[in-house]
Structure formats: structure tokens, C-alpha cells
T-cell receptor, first 110, second 113 residues
Framework: GDSVTQMEGPVTLSEEAFLTINCTYT??????LFWYVQYPGEGLQLLLK?????DKGSNKGFEATYRKETTSFHLEKGSVQVSDSAVYFC?????????FGTGTRLKVLA | DVKVTQSSRYLVKRTGEKVFLECVQD?????MFWYRQDPGLGLRLIYF???????EKGDIPEGYSVSREKKERFSLILESASTNQTSMYLC????????????FGPGTRLLVL
């Protein structure tokens, strides 16, 4: 069945460091791919998405490219801020439902 | 602005109680979902609904039921709460399958004693 695998956290970085959170998927066909972010005490909100191969989603300095060859959708940011501290979820739309990864907690230190 | 609201942010119940969690969306979305979120397990789908009075089981429906009498409202019911149902419950909605984003409520943190 469809699945999403993302790197385990927590990830701890200093402010202005480069961020990569890995995400790979298994799916039939070419599903839309998403990154959601959950700030402390809140629900999830969409960070970015890509709907077809080679698409790049971007928002708030974050980027992710839909790589069909490697079935990946890694999240990157060139310079993280303390305010980026949150839990990040990779997700796809499967045949009948959304599939979420287990989440990666990011902590950014000043 | 898109909004999904949940009836409670925090709830404490006793084992065996019947628990109702309410979710309301104001976007006229067709699809609504209930997830539970647990550390290390991510989000797991409990039930979803793609239309009024329609419901489908997700991955972990045991011990839960749902009700969707109106398009904007989707209720999750714990028939007889148990301690292993202590969790964060998240409601979400989306307009259609395919490329669509899910919109989440703030979550209800339920503690069953």
C-alpha cells in the first residue's frame, strides 16, 4: 500500500543553519505531495505542495522538489530561524485517503 | 479565511464514559476527517466522510463512531472511553480528492483516566 517515510527527529540546529528533512514515498501512480507544519499547541497547516513530477513547491523560504526517479520530496531551507521550530509532516494523497509520515520535530536554537 | 473549529481544546474523561468531539468547518467542504496523533506514530486516520450521512472507516476505527448529519459538522464519538484512547484528536476538511489541501482544526487533547 501507499506509505510515506520521513527522517526521525528531533533535529536541532542553530539559527541560520541549512535544513534538510528527508521524505520518501511509495505509491501507485504519481500522487500529489505535501509538507505540513504543526507549531506548538496548534493543528497542522499546509507549508507547500507539488502535484506532479519535477514540480517545486515553495513557501516561507522552504522548498521541496517532487523527484519521481528517487520517489522523494525532501524539505529544505537555506537559513532557519527560531520561529521555524515545529513538527514537519510529509504527506501524499493515496487512492482514498491522505497518508502522513510520522513527523520530524525541528528545534532551532538562537 | 478558512476555518475548522473543534469543540474543546482539552478534555478529561473517566473510563467508560461516552465522549463526543465536535468539528465544524465553514468552507462548504465535501470531505471531513478525524485523525488521532500520537508520539512516534504520526497521524492515523480514524474515520472520514465524503458527504452528508456518509462515512468510511479509516485505519483505526475500533472503539469509535462518527456522525455527519450536516455538511459542516462531523462528530467523533467514543462509545466507552478507555485509557488507550488518550491522545490528540485532529479534525480536517478538504474540498475534493486529488490535489486538494486538507485544513486542520487546532486539535482536542483528550485524557481518559
Amino acid at each position: 500500500g501507499d506509505s510515506v517515510t520521513q527522517m526521525e527527529g528531533p533535529v536541532t540546529l542553530s539559527e541560520e543553519a541549512f535544513l534538510t528533512i528527508n521524505c520518501t514515498y511509495t505509491a501507485t501512480g504519481y500522487p500529489s505531495l505535501f509538507w505540513y507544519v504543526q507549531y506548538p499547541g496548534e493543528g497542522l497547516q499546509l507549508l507547500l505542495k507539488a502535484t506532479k513530477a519535477d514540480d517545486k513547491g515553495s513557501n516561507k523560504g522552504f522548498e521541496a522538489t517532487y523527484r519521481k526517479e528517487t520517489t522523494s520530496f525532501h524539505l529544505e531551507k537555506g537559513s532557519v530561524q527560531v520561529s521555524d521550530s515545529a513538527v514537519y509532516f510529509c504527506a501524499l494523497i493515496g487512492t482514498y485517503k491522505y497518508i502522513f509520515g510520522t513527523g520530524t520535530r525541528l528545534k532551532v536554537l538562537a | 479565511d478558512v476555518k475548522v473549529t473543534q469543540s474543546s481544546r482539552y478534555l478529561v474523561k473517566r473510563t467508560g464514559e461516552k465522549v463526543f468531539l465536535e468539528c465544524v468547518q465553514d468552507m462548504d467542504h465535501e470531505n471531513m476527517f478525524w485523525y488521532r496523533q500520537d508520539p512516534g506514530l504520526g497521524l492515523r486516520l480514524i474515520y472520514f466522510s465524503y458527504d452528508v450521512k456518509m462515512k468510511e472507516k479509516g485505519d483505526i476505527p475500533e472503539g469509535y463512531s462518527v456522525s455527519r448529519e450536516k455538511k459542516e459538522r462531523f462528530s467523533l464519538i467514543l462509545e466507552s472511553a478507555s485509557t488507550n484512547q488518550t491522545s490528540m484528536y485532529l479534525c480536517a476538511s478538504s474540498s475534493e480528492w486529488g490535489e486538494e489541501t486538507q485544513y486542520f482544526g487546532p486539535g482536542t487533547r483528550l485524557l481518559v483516566l
